[in-house]
């Protein structure tokens, strides 16, 4: 069976995660730990733990157990006591991090409890702060800080040196695809790559890395990007490598929903330029991958995804 890591945070990786494990494939999903919001925030201040937010998702994502079990582990206190805000799932993870002694061997204790096709680490133990330089000159600190400045931004590091778990390193070491998911790009796909001895790791592999692109720009970080420079952003952090090959979205994405993402998140359709894929050397599978949820929101067709980074892996 195919080897597969995924490195991403947030819901963009979960929701690759939910596409690719209908697929035969040994998948391990490394996540950055820098989310310093709302429950995940609190926690990590109260009991001086990497953010188990995104965790969460991923775990939630890969399980193959009860709907119900799924629905526990994302419900959120609304309250007047210091509960409110808080899910379950964010509160276990931390309790089996406090029990087990370590997040990594906590995440273990509560996937064979959820069923899990894959396995979930974290990218490193230690409690990290991401930090950003701002085009402006200004110099921001925390993630969920990044996120809502609105400057554009110039680089993303840790405020202080951070070591990654053996498992993530191992599990680069014998991939057969390194695979980074959509998501937010400077705050949670390239902070994986802010580890150096991850990028040494990645750029000892033989395996090829495949990227999946965004469909919307996010604002003060992707803002009027197109797929290459999504792609040259990522490289700028892969030391020795490259991207060998992207997934992207071709289908047209229905004005009326355009329109309610620009207005309401001031995000805007990513272009398929294609006519700077050659100049940049960037292989790239297109597609329509444009998926719309229950409650109106734009996503990526997960299982079209799956079945294309399966369906490459079968060619290999």
């Known amino acids: 069976m195919k080897k597969v890591v995924v490195l ?9 995660l939910r596409g690719l494990k209908q697929y ?6 490394i996540v950055t730990v820098c989310d310093d919001g709302k429950s995940t925030g609190i926690l990590r ?3 001086n733990i990497p953010a188990v937010g995104d965790i969460r998702r991923v775990l939630v994502a890969l399980s193959e157990t009860e709907p119900l079990v799924m629905d526990l582990f994302n419900y959120r206190f609304n309250t007047s006591s210091d509960l409110d805000g808080h899910t379950v799932g964010n509160l276990l993870l931390t309790a089996a991090s406090e029990i087990r002694g370590n997040l990594s061997d906590g995440i273990e204790a509560l996937s064979k409890v959820m069923n899990l096709k894959g396995k979930v680490v974290p ?9 950003a330089d701002m085009e402006d000159g200004s110099v921001i600190e925390g993630e969920h800080h990044i996120t809502e400045t609105k400057a554009k931004i110039k680089k993303v590091y840790y405020k202080e040196e951070a070591v990654a778990t053996k498992e993530a390193l191992e599990a680069i070491r014998n991939a057969d695809l390194i695979l980074f998911s959509m998501g937010s790009l ?3 796909i390239i902070p994986n790559l802010l580890i150096e001895e991850v990028v040494k790791e990645i750029e000892k592999s033989k395996a090829k890395i495949m990227y999946v692109c965004n ?3 996010q604002p003060g970080e992707t803002d009027d990007f197109t ?17 060998d090959l992207v997934l992207a979205n071709t289908g047209k994405i229905d004005e009326e929903m355009a329109r309610f993402y620009e207005t309401q998140e001031q995000k805007d359709p990513v272009i398929f330029d294609e006519e700077n894929f050659e100049k940049y050397g960037i292989d790239v599978i297109g597609d329509d991958f444009t998926f719309i949820t229950d409650n109106n929101l734009l996503r990526h067709d997960n299982i079209k995804l799956g079945f294309h980074i399966f369906y490459y892996l079968m060619k290999k």
């Not at 035969?24 to 999903?29: F, G, M, Q, S």
């Not at 420079?229 to 030391?239: E, F, I, Q």
Request: proline share 2%; glycine share 12%; charged share 15%.
């Open 186 to 188: 400077f705050t949670s």
């Open 227 to 243: 797929v290459t420079d999504h792609v040259n952003a990522l490289n700028g952090y892969l030391g020795k490598r490259n991207i």
């Open 45 to 47: 201040e109260e009991f």
């Open 8 to 16: 991403g945070g947030g819901t963009g990786m979960s929701n690759l």
């Open 24 to 29: 035969p494939l040994d998948i391990t999903a």
């Open 123 to 131: 990218l490193t133990e230690d409690n990290v702060v991401l930090m």
């Open 215 to 217: 469909m919307m720009t």
